[in-house]
């Protein structure tokens, strides 16, 4: 019989509660290194906690991360507490998500949509 050891256990529950996730939380101070500097493409979802539609997509973000995690990161960044980055880029509405590549931006989609949708809008790099 097989039985999972208790650290299994753990990242099971981890999982289950939505702590182990592949995508990365960015800072305005970090930004410049996780975004910016980073080889791969990052998708950047700038979102706030009292967004619904952000609440929506979130979880389409999850699958995307962990399905294509060789070919593309994906960042996101509260613009409550990071007001400067979104400025910075003019997020004027949210959900916003920013691909960037080398560093720069080089796509926006703006508003929850359906997976397919972002996998068709990042076809590019995926």
Avoid at 43 to 60: E, I
Avoid at 98 to 126: C, H, N, R, W, Y
């Amino acid at each position: 019989m097989f039985r999972f050891s208790a650290r299994d256990d753990r990242a099971r529950t981890r999982k289950e509660r939505g702590t182990m996730t592949d995508t990365v939380k960015v800072t305005d101070s970090s930004f410049s290194d996780d975004v910016l500097a980073n080889d791969k493409p990052v998708l950047v979802d700038f979102w706030a906690t009292w967004c619904g539609p952000c609440k929506m997509v979130a979880p389409v973000l999850e699958e995307i991360a962990a399905e294509h995690k060789d070919k593309i990161q994906i960042a996101k960044l509260d613009i409550d507490e990071n007001p400067n980055t979104a400025r910075d880029y003019q997020v004027m509405s949210i959900p916003t998500l920013i691909l960037f590549q080398g560093g720069k931006p080089v796509k926006q989609i703006t508003g929850a949509k359906p997976k397919a949708a972002l996998l068709d809008d990042l076809s590019e790099v995926l």
